[in-house]
């Protein structure tokens, strides 16, 4: 298994900032997403963030609104840009290894209000 | 696009009682996860199904999966106010390495 740290674990923020969540994984591993959980909802895919390269946004997710950053195999930033009561969720930083069962851990997540 | 549908979406039911949660999805996958996630929390993993066929329990829970079928379904027996916490089913897309969530059942158990 893999331990994953992730904060903030949540913030009060205003309308029009931008706010970066950090993940750090205690283990090299292949693949990390980003989701999002809106209250109430299931989990919807934010991004695959890639080592050394741009993420892979899903669709109804932009770079210029979610920028992600993986610049190795342990850590990642996701950062809500512009932020709108809308943003308001849980986002959840998950990671995985390929070469095993492709169980996906994921952190405590990081509860975001928008005011 | 490899969509998940979970059913049903809420459940409440007594101690004692038995239920069944089924989670279809829409195109070939090889694997298929389940997932707890109590109140305020992240998700807590459950079970691992890689094969068609394959079954594991644990505790009053039990999943399986057929991928003929292409539904996997999680088994309560004898439930326990415990058991209260919202599950997901989670399909990993074959090709494209994406994990696509279910909708959510939401099980409620009254003493």
């Known amino acids: 298994s893999a331990v994953i740290s992730q904060k903030p674990s949540r913030d009060i923020c205003q309308r029009g900032t931008s706010l970066t969540i950090q993940c750090q994984v205690d283990s090299q591993v292949t693949m990390m997403f980003w989701y999002r959980q809106q209250p109430g909802q299931s989990l919807t895919l934010i991004a695959t963030a890639n080592q050394g390269s741009e993420a892979t946004y899903e669709s109804g997710f932009v770079i210029d609104k979610f920028p992600i950053s993986r610049p190795n195999l342990t850590f990642s930033t996701l950062t809500v840009s512009n932020m709108s009561p809308e943003d308001s969720s849980i986002y959840l930083c998950?990671?995985?290894?390929?070469?095993?069962?492709?169980?996906?851990?994921f952190g405590e997540g990081s509860r975001l209000t928008v005011l | 696009e490899l969509k998940v549908e979970q059913n049903p979406l809420f459940l409440s039911m007594q101690e004692g009682k038995n239920y069944t949660i089924y989670c279809n999805y829409s195109?070939?996958?090889?694997?298929l996860y389940w997932y707890r996630q109590d109140p305020g929390k992240s998700l807590e993993s459950l079970f691992v199904l890689l094969s068609n066929g394959a079954v594991k329990q644990e505790g009053r829970l039990m999943a399986s999966l057929d991928t003929k079928a292409r539904l996997s379904t999680l088994h309560i027996t004898a439930a326990v106010h415990d058991l209260s916490a919202t599950y997901f089913c989670?399909?990993?897309?074959?090709?494209?390495?994406?994990?696509?969530f279910g909708t959510g059942t939401r099980l409620k158990v009254l003493a």
């Open positions: 998950s990671v995985s290894a390929v070469a095993n069962t492709g169980e996906l851990f």
């Open positions: 989670a399909a990993l897309t074959s090709g494209t390495y994406k994990y696509i």
């Open positions: 195109t070939t996958s090889d694997r």
